[in-house]
């Protein structure tokens, strides 16, 4: 591990309209137990609001933002147009990702998350960007072998998963020098947990919890905070990525309940 603290970066839902008092909503629910939030980029192929436009808002509320950025919806010229306009903002911190499949049209071809990765040591730290500070890029990454060139971020954010055992084998065998966050995801419904599984095979949903899921929709929310719980209890990550999608409410009135306000963490 490399940081004093077991960081919650918490997810936003992303805003689809030009209204960002739902955004706002979430980060003043969710600030007491979060250290940071991580701002999607046209979230499941939809069109939203910019990520860079949203972290510098929620900057404004003196919260720390990371702007995803999504390589599907990019070329070149459109990515260094990003970088300068988050530098004007004063935004810094990247989640670089592959990106879901758009609901119409197509996937720019032009730019991968490794371009971008190099852009940001090229481009981003030219003499255009003098004065302005220095970009911090993360990656993600399923639960395999970390390939060479990702271990040139700065920070990794892994899958969401559900099996403790599983992280930490994975975790143990992977050298990465920097903070690495576990995926946490709050499994709002039995109709959420079926979609889930009939959407992809990379995320396994215990049968237990969906036992419980079948007659109490807060299952996903106990599970969520008691993962990471043993999470932060192992030692093995730096913190967590937690999406609590539209149970954010109930996700940070039970980790202030569990003692998560920040500054209170054993």
């Given at each position: 591990m490399t940081a004093s603290r077991f960081e919650v970066v918490a997810e936003v839902e992303p805003a689809t309209r030009p209204d960002l008092s739902r955004v706002r909503h979430q980060v003043g629910v969710l600030s007491p137990v979060a250290h940071g939030f991580l701002i999607p980029d046209n979230h499941l192929g939809r069109a939203t609001v910019s990520s860079i436009a949203v972290a510098h808002e929620v900057a404004n509320m003196g919260e720390s933002a990371i702007a995803c950025l999504n390589s599907r919806d990019r070329n070149r010229l459109g990515f260094r147009r990003d970088l300068l306009t988050a530098a004007a903002y004063?935004?810094?911190?990247?989640?670089?990702?592959?990106?879901?499949q758009p609901t119409s049209g197509g996937r720019s071809t032009d730019l991968n998350v490794a371009r971008m990765l190099e852009e940001v040591q090229t481009f981003g730290s030219?003499?255009?960007?003098?004065g302005r500070g220095t970009f911090s890029v993360g990656v993600t990454s399923r639960m395999v072998p970390l390939p060479a060139w990702k271990r040139e971020a700065d920070f990794l954010f892994v899958q969401?998963?559900?099996?403790?055992?599983?992280?930490?084998?994975?975790?143990?065998?992977?050298?990465?020098e920097g903070p690495v966050y576990a995926g946490v995801l709050v499994v709002a419904?039995?109709?959420?947990?079926?979609?889930l599984r009939e959407a992809t095979d990379q995320i396994e949903i215990p049968s237990s919890l969906l036992g419980r899921l079948e007659v109490d929709d807060d299952a996903g929310v106990e599970f969520a905070c008691t993962l990471m719980e043993d999470l932060r209890a192992?030692?093995?990550?730096?913190?967590?990525?937690?999406?609590?999608?539209?149970?954010y409410r109930k996700v940070a009135a039970a980790l202030e309940q569990r003692g998560w306000g920040r500054g209170r963490q054993p």
């Amino acid at each position: 591990m490399t940081a004093s603290r077991f960081e919650v970066v918490a997810e936003v839902e992303p805003a689809t309209r030009p209204d960002l008092s739902r955004v706002r909503h979430q980060v003043g629910v969710l600030s007491p137990v979060a250290h940071g939030f991580l701002i999607p980029d046209n979230h499941l192929g939809r069109a939203t609001v910019s990520s860079i436009a949203v972290a510098h808002e929620v900057a404004n509320m003196g919260e720390s933002a990371i702007a995803c950025l999504n390589s599907r919806d990019r070329n070149r010229l459109g990515f260094r147009r990003d970088l300068l306009t988050a530098a004007a903002y004063g935004v810094h911190r990247f989640l670089c990702v592959f990106g879901d499949q758009p609901t119409s049209g197509g996937r720019s071809t032009d730019l991968n998350v490794a371009r971008m990765l190099e852009e940001v040591q090229t481009f981003g730290s030219s003499e255009v960007f003098a004065g302005r500070g220095t970009f911090s890029v993360g990656v993600t990454s399923r639960m395999v072998p970390l390939p060479a060139w990702k271990r040139e971020a700065d920070f990794l954010f892994v899958q969401a998963a559900f099996d403790l055992e599983a992280l930490l084998e994975w975790r143990s065998t992977v050298d990465f020098e920097g903070p690495v966050y576990a995926g946490v995801l709050v499994v709002a419904s039995i109709g959420m947990a079926k979609t889930l599984r009939e959407a992809t095979d990379q995320i396994e949903i215990p049968s237990s919890l969906l036992g419980r899921l079948e007659v109490d929709d807060d299952a996903g929310v106990e599970f969520a905070c008691t993962l990471m719980e043993d999470l932060r209890a192992s030692g093995s990550f730096d913190g967590v990525h937690l999406v609590p999608v539209g149970r954010y409410r109930k996700v940070a009135a039970a980790l202030e309940q569990r003692g998560w306000g920040r500054g209170r963490q054993p």
